[in-house]
């Protein structure tokens, strides 16, 4: 069983930083994915925001390429997501994944942190 905890969210203006962080507990896997989804208030469904599987190989989502980082420690068993040059549409709830493509792939999720940018 995998628990994940988020920390970091809170209130931004737009075009600062903000630092995202997820602690995982429980067995993980360098080949596990692990990643960052994001919920719009008003929006039903989450959209991927990053992944990263490893230590190297990344996934963005086109609207914060060039804006946020994701990296991981795979000793700590953390995901960490640096988010740049923030815009009111990243306002969210952010959530940390965590995948394991054993048999059968199991799924994780965080309870979210919640991401709030004035404009």
């Known amino acids: 069983q995998v628990q994940l905890v988020e920390s970091g969210g809170g209130l931004v203006q737009a075009g600062g930083s903000l630092r995202l962080s997820c602690a995982a507990s429980?067995?993980?896997?360098?080949?596990?994915?692990m990643g960052w989804y994001r919920q719009a208030p008003g929006n039903q469904r989450r959209e991927l925001v990053a992944?990263?599987?490893?230590?190297?190989?990344?996934n963005y989502a086109d609207s914060v390429k060039g804006r946020f980082t994701i990296s991981r420690d795979n000793a700590k068993n953390t995901v960490t997501l640096q988010m740049t040059s923030l815009k009111p549409e990243d306002t969210a709830v952010y959530y940390c994944?965590?995948?394991?493509?054993?048999?059968?792939?199991?799924?994780?999720w965080g309870k979210g942190t919640l991401v709030t940018v004035s404009s």
């Open positions: 994944n965590v995948v394991k493509f054993n048999s059968p792939r199991m799924e994780y």
């Open positions: 429980g067995s993980i896997s360098r080949a596990d994915n």
């Open positions: 992944t990263i599987i490893g230590g190297a190989y990344t």
